[in-house]
């Protein structure tokens, strides 16, 4: 399993646990129907550059990542609630999206249990990441039509990107993570 050293993990932690933080107020902000492209461009923006900082001063752990993943999750989840709830045309593809997330994230779960590593989507995870996001931004903006043919086009990435997230588990890894 994932070893922890408190020293080393506590500001890669803290500064990831810091982006949920982010997306309550982009929750809050789709409650109140304001506006949420600078916050989820910021969001994004954020996801990447504590995972690239953390690299360059190598201080990112398997703990850090593992913990990366349930933050994005929790996020997508927490702001897909209240898109839904404002707009309910789009329940259907966050639907579709949450369940997506709860195979892929059941699969990587899996993988953790049987070998002690973590799964890194790279580009599977950051195209489904971006497509949710901009089905998130396009809902928000209240066209049915829009919102159903973004809806669609996220459900498909997310789709097929989660297909990788289905091989390969319980096989260990020379860098001692898996990467997709």
């Known amino acids: 399993m994932i070893k922890w050293n408190g020293t080393r993990e506590i500001p890669g932690l803290a500064l990831t646990a810091a982006r949920y933080g982010m997306a309550e107020h982009m929750a809050q902000r789709v409650r109140a129907d304001e506006p ?3 916050q989820l ?3 994004v923006a954020t996801d990447i550059a504590d995972g690239a900082i953390l690299r360059r001063f190598d201080a990112d ?4 990542r593992l913990a990366d993943g349930i933050v994005d999750h929790l996020s997508v989840a927490r702001v897909g609630y209240e898109v839904g709830n404002m707009h309910p045309e789009a329940k259907p593809y966050i ?5 997506r ?9 899996l993988h953790l249990i049987k070998t002690g ?3 890194k989507g790279r580009a599977n995870q ?5 497509a949710t996001a901009a089905f998130a931004l396009v809902a928000t903006n209240g066209n049915e039509k829009v919102t159903h043919v973004a809806g669609t ?3 498909v990435i997310a789709i097929i990107t989660a297909i990788p997230h289905f091989k390969d588990i319980g096989t260990t890894h020379s860098t001692g993570i898996r990467e997709l």
């Open 61 to 64: 752990t398997p703990a850090r």
């Open 126 to 130: 950051k195209a489904t990441n971006l």
């Open 101 to 109: 997330a709860a195979l892929v994230g059941g699969a990587n779960l």
């Open 36 to 38: 949420i492209a600078v």
């Open 95 to 99: 639907g579709i999206l949450a369940v």
């Open 153 to 155: 086009i996220a459900s």
């Open 41 to 43: 461009a910021t969001f």
């Open 117 to 119: 590593e973590v799964t």
